[in-house]
């Protein structure tokens, strides 16, 4: 059973950045690839960035492609969201997932554990 708990979220200005982290209680947590999705009040779960287990590989969503970076640290059993250059749109709560082979990285049905999510509110 894999336990994921976010932290990082908050209140920030257009502009500014954050960094979210997603902490894996799995000691296997290498095997697993990493997601994280937002969703917005009134909108549907959207993805946002996946990193391969190996963590050689990325993607993004397009509309965060160049302003948010993830990555992950092994050693800590975490994964990363680096934020920068928020805007509001950003809004939202942000989850992270995990799975050891998601066929599609980019559907959050794809993916078996999530964590409780963390606010964040980017104003203008």
């Known amino acids: 059973q894999v336990q994921l708990v976010e932290s990082g979220g908050g209140l920030v200005q257009a502009g500014g950045s954050l960094r979210l982290s997603c902490a894996a209680s799995?000691?296997?947590?290498?095997?697993?690839?990493m997601g994280w999705f937002r969703q917005a009040p009134g909108k549907e779960r959207e993805f946002v960035a996946t990193?391969?287990?190996?963590?050689?590989?990325?993607y993004y969503a397009d509309s965060v492609k160049g302003r948010f970076t993830i990555s992950r640290d092994k050693a800590k059993n975490t994964v990363y969201l680096q934020m920068n250059s928020l805007k509001p749109e950003d809004t939202a709560v942000y989850y992270c997932?995990?799975?050891?082979?998601?066929?599609?990285?980019?559907?959050?049905?794809?993916?078996?554990?999530w964590g409780q999510g963390t606010q964040v509110t980017v104003s203008s």
């Open positions: 990193i391969s287990a190996s963590g050689g590989t990325t």
């Open positions: 997932a995990s799975e050891i082979a998601p066929a599609r990285y980019s559907d959050p049905n794809e993916y078996y554990y």
């Open positions: 799995e000691r296997t947590f290498s095997r697993y690839a």
